[in-house]
């Protein structure tokens, strides 16, 4: 019993200093620099007069707040 403790409380201290801190990747995103993926014009407000005139399936950025609600 007591060699199988001392083997675990060895084996877990040696994990951290075993372990490659090259490879660890910080979760906070540094500034000047993208995450990968594609990144081309971004999506330009429109108002509602000219979403109208689009033709359908036009993606649009819409801002303001909601009044009430027409139908489902």
Known sequence: MKKTLITLI???????????????????????????????????QTSVSQAKKQWDDAWVVLEGNIIRQVGH
């Open 10 to 44: 060895i084996t877990t201290l040696s994990f951290s200093s075993l372990a490659r801190q090259t490879d660890i990747v910080s979760s906070v995103e540094q500034p000047g620099y993208v995450q990968g993926g594609f990144t081309g014009p971004a999506p330009t």
